[in-house]
Nanobody, 121 residues
Framework: QVQLVESGGGLVQAGGSLRLSCAAY????????MVWYRQAPGKERELVAV???????NYADSVKGRFTISRDNAKKTMYLQMNSLKPEDTAVYYC???????????????WGQGTQVTVSS
């Protein structure tokens, strides 16, 4: 059984910062790509940032220069440092990870439960 647990969301004023974490628990052989998504009310879920097992990163244009994705493979944890937050960053943020539970198994995608980020103007 694999679980992804997010933390770090909350309410912040525009221009402020938050740091989200996503920790993976359970029987895990390897974690490949890890991804942050977000979903605002009435909108589709969108990709925010992705990081490969080797640390290669990519960002949505809307967050480039403001957000930084990172991971600690030893801790099986991914982070999202969010600076210069804007009201339009308000959303539920979800983590996603591509995980193998043994060397024989295929990779399976897992989702976290989501954490609310609210940016007030």
């Amino acid at each position: 059984q694999v679980q992804l647990v997010e933390s770090g969301g909350g309410l912040v004023q525009a221009g402020g910062s938050l740091r989200l974490s996503c920790a993976a628990y359970g029987s895990i052989f390897s974690i490949n790509a890890m991804v942050w998504y977000r979903q605002a009310p009435g909108k589709e879920r969108e990709l925010v940032a992705v990081i490969s097992i080797g640390g290669t990163t990519n960002y949505a244009d809307s967050v480039k220069g403001r957000f930084t994705i990172s991971r600690d493979n030893a801790k099986k944890t991914m982070y999202l440092q969010m600076n210069s937050l804007k009201p339009e960053d308000t959303a539920v943020y979800y983590c996603f990870a591509d995980i193998k539970t043994s060397y024989r198994d295929s990779r399976v995608g897992y989702w976290g439960q989501g954490t609310q980020v609210t940016v007030s103007s």
